[in-house]
């Protein structure tokens, strides 16, 4: 093979480097820094791709259900601190803003509790090919430490378009025992290629309401697997640490359980994943920039959007998009980092989205020449969502901005908008535009909820009060092109399908 440049992305930074190419050998040993979290590969494009990996001290995550903190607040009038059942019932407060402590496990530490996977400082080195070949392409080695989790990020370019490709992470370095990582990617096809795309979306993974703690999680990760995805899109809400993240520690034990449960740490290593963020994996609900509260003790949301793009692969913007081929593109967008109060009065200066993300969204989408674009929304556009919400596009408080997205898309065919948040799947069209939404649902029947089953409004085309997942697949004709939606509940049945097809352009 011949000698590729690629760029190196630590958790410090980017550096230019050059690839060479051997023969890779590697061993396994009891002894070394592991990898109990997995890795993940994400930021997928034609020539380029993003690995993000984590080195451990153990190599399995510690199982110990009974050691798990708790938190109480302070009730001021009384000076007794009690759990949240407390104000809920006393004062109607589901997120009291007031002084928190964590009752942590008797004779436990944040690395014991149930679930840790502890870091360890080491270093990282990547090994790559091209699918079917025999030489490994050599990523120089990065150095990790508690500055960033233990976590570091590569980022490989000049890649083939279409092609699928493998990857080995080794840690330690020669003069040390090594263990070994194994995983797999597959490239977009340029703009100028059709080619069949077939990917899942999904949302909401609240680690308390695991539908398959024996085996690892969350059912969907392994039927989302048996239908060979391309690639996922998490919509945000990887984790939630609204009731037990107070600190940093605490946030950063909060990501090891969810990311060392072992559904997901076998899923990630065969499919790459477009990470969103949403309020409860930055911070807590319905969270902004400028949330003020002792609700979250010592933990921030500045920490938490830190944390954020030390756990998953990410790009320099949070919103970004994605070509796969000629006939579809995807925008995912960032829903916390600009937004304002929900409490401003409506108009050109309440905003999720912020002025910039805005005029990059109205630009690229305008200049697309995609078959099908599909918006991804951590939360809904359309709706129809619950009267009494105030935090996203479809509800009265962001109409402005949310009326300004929905004239912006009406105008051009096959446009559809994807979004999580939402504890239930839905289809809706809205009524003045005629645009679809397609809501994923959570990954269980446990989470699923926020909306009755028999409320179904004039924009529903579907709704079902379950978890599950939501499939994408682009097809190819002789003379069209197809895109059908599928959702599927938690074991991967379908439960609703809805399809739209487009002229096939073949000049």
């Given at each position: 093979?011949?000698?590729?440049?690629?760029?190196?992305?630590?958790?410090?930074?980017?550096?230019?480097?050059?690839?060479?190419?051997?023969?890779?050998?590697?061993?396994?040993?009891?002894?070394?820094?592991?990898?109990?979290?997995?890795?993940?590969?994400?930021?997928?494009?034609?020539?380029?791709?993003?690995?993000?990996?984590?080195?451990?001290?153990?190599?399995?995550?510690?199982?110990?259900?009974?050691?798990?903190?708790?938190?109480?607040?302070?009730?001021?009038?009384?000076?007794?601190?009690?759990?949240?059942?407390?104000?809920?019932?006393?004062?109607?407060?589901?997120?009291?803003n007031r002084n928190v402590k964590v009752i942590m496990p008797e004779g436990s530490e944040v690395y014991d509790l149930d679930g840790a996977t502890r870091g360890i400082a080491g270093k990282i080195q990547l090994f790559y090919k091209l699918k079917n070949t025999n030489n490994w392409n050599e990523m120089p080695s990065i150095q990790v430490d508690d500055?960033?989790?233990?976590?570091?990020?590569?980022?490989?370019?000049?890649?083939?378009?279409?092609?699928?490709?493998?990857?080995?992470?080794?840690?330690?370095?020669?003069?040390?025992?090594?263990?070994?990582?194994?995983?797999?990617?597959?490239?977009?096809?340029?703009?100028?290629?059709?080619?069949?795309?077939?990917?899942?979306?999904?949302?909401?993974?609240?680690?308390?309401?695991?539908?398959?703690?024996?085996?690892?999680?969350?059912?969907?990760?392994?039927?989302?697997?048996?239908?060979?995805?391309?690639?996922?899109?998490?919509?945000?809400?990887?984790?939630?640490?609204?009731?037990?993240?107070?600190?940093?520690?605490?946030?950063?034990?909060?990501?090891?359980r969810m990311t060392s449960l072992s559904n997901a740490v076998a899923f990630y290593k065969q499919v790459p994943c477009y990470f969103m963020k949403d309020d409860h994996d930055t911070w807590m609900n319905d969270c902004h920039p400028k949330t003020v509260t002792k609700f979250m003790g010592d933990f921030t949301f500045n920490q938490g959007l830190e944390?954020?793009?030390?756990?998953?692969?990410?790009?320099?913007?949070?919103?970004?998009?994605?070509?796969?081929?000629?006939?579809?593109?995807?925008?995912?967008?960032?829903?916390?980092?600009?937004?304002?109060?929900?409490?401003?009065?409506?108009?050109?200066?309440?905003?999720?989205?912020?002025?910039?993300?805005?005029?990059?969204?109205?630009?690229?989408?305008?200049?697309?020449?995609?078959?099908?674009?599909?918006?991804?929304?951590?939360?809904?556009?359309?709706?129809?969502?619950?009267?009494?919400?105030?935090?996203?596009?479809?509800?009265?408080?962001?109409?402005?901005?949310?009326?300004?997205?929905?004239n912006l898309i009406a105008g051009y065919e096959n446009t559809i908008i994807i979004c999580g948040d939402r504890h239930w799947q839905y289809v809706s069209q809205h009524r003045q535009t005629g645009t679809y939404e397609f809501a994923c649902g959570p990954a269980s029947n446990e989470h699923a909820g926020g909306w009755k089953k028999d409320e179904i409004?004039?924009?529903?085309?579907?709704?079902?009060?379950?978890?599950?997942?939501?499939?994408?697949?682009?097809?190819?004709?002789?003379?069209?092109?197809?895109?059908?939606?599928?959702?599927?509940?938690?074991?991967?049945?379908?439960?609703?399908?809805?399809?739209?097809?487009?002229?096939?352009?073949?000049?």
């Amino acid at each position: 093979m011949q000698r590729r440049k690629f760029i190196q992305q630590s958790s410090f930074g980017l550096f230019g480097t050059i690839a060479v190419t051997k023969h890779f050998q590697p061993v396994t040993n009891t002894n070394a820094p592991f990898f109990a979290t997995g890795i993940k590969t994400g930021e997928i494009t034609a020539h380029s791709a993003i690995v993000w990996v984590r080195l451990t001290r153990e190599a399995a995550r510690i199982t110990n259900p009974s050691k798990v903190p708790h938190s109480v607040y302070l009730d001021e009038s009384n000076g007794e601190w009690h759990t949240t059942d407390y104000f809920k019932e006393k004062y109607k407060q589901d997120r009291p803003n007031r002084n928190v402590k964590v009752i942590m496990p008797e004779g436990s530490e944040v690395y014991d509790l149930d679930g840790a996977t502890r870091g360890i400082a080491g270093k990282i080195q990547l090994f790559y090919k091209l699918k079917n070949t025999n030489n490994w392409n050599e990523m120089p080695s990065i150095q990790v430490d508690d500055s960033t989790d233990f976590a570091g990020q590569f980022k490989l370019s000049d890649l083939k378009p279409n092609s699928e490709y493998q990857i080995k992470l080794v840690s330690g370095d020669k003069k040390s025992t090594q263990n070994t990582i194994e995983g797999k990617f597959k490239t977009a096809a340029t703009a100028k290629e059709s080619v069949p795309v077939n990917f899942m979306v999904t949302t909401c993974h609240e680690y308390n309401d695991q539908d398959d703690p024996q085996g690892g999680g969350f059912k969907i990760f392994n039927r989302m697997l048996e239908l060979n995805p391309d690639f996922l899109v998490h919509t945000g809400d990887v984790i939630y640490h609204d009731q037990l993240s107070k600190n940093l520690a605490l946030a950063r034990w909060n990501w090891q359980r969810m990311t060392s449960l072992s559904n997901a740490v076998a899923f990630y290593k065969q499919v790459p994943c477009y990470f969103m963020k949403d309020d409860h994996d930055t911070w807590m609900n319905d969270c902004h920039p400028k949330t003020v509260t002792k609700f979250m003790g010592d933990f921030t949301f500045n920490q938490g959007l830190e944390l954020f793009k030390q756990q998953v692969p990410n790009s320099e913007l949070p919103y970004r998009t994605f070509r796969w081929g000629k006939d579809l593109q995807i925008w995912l967008v960032d829903g916390r980092e600009y937004r304002t109060s929900e409490t401003l009065p409506d108009g050109p200066d309440k905003t999720i989205w912020g002025k910039e993300q805005m005029k990059w969204f109205k630009e690229t989408y305008q200049s697309s020449d995609a078959t099908f674009k599909i918006l991804i929304s951590a939360t809904p556009i359309i709706g129809p969502d619950r009267p009494q919400k105030k935090d996203n596009h479809s509800n009265k408080s962001f109409s402005y901005e949310g009326d300004m997205i929905r004239n912006l898309i009406a105008g051009y065919e096959n446009t559809i908008i994807i979004c999580g948040d939402r504890h239930w799947q839905y289809v809706s069209q809205h009524r003045q535009t005629g645009t679809y939404e397609f809501a994923c649902g959570p990954a269980s029947n446990e989470h699923a909820g926020g909306w009755k089953k028999d409320e179904i409004l004039p924009e529903h085309q579907y709704l079902n009060i379950v978890g599950g997942f939501l499939q994408v697949a682009l097809s190819l004709d002789t003379d069209k092109v197809n895109l059908t939606l599928t959702h599927r509940g938690v074991d991967g049945n379908k439960l609703f399908e809805k399809q739209f097809m487009q002229k096939r352009d073949v000049s």
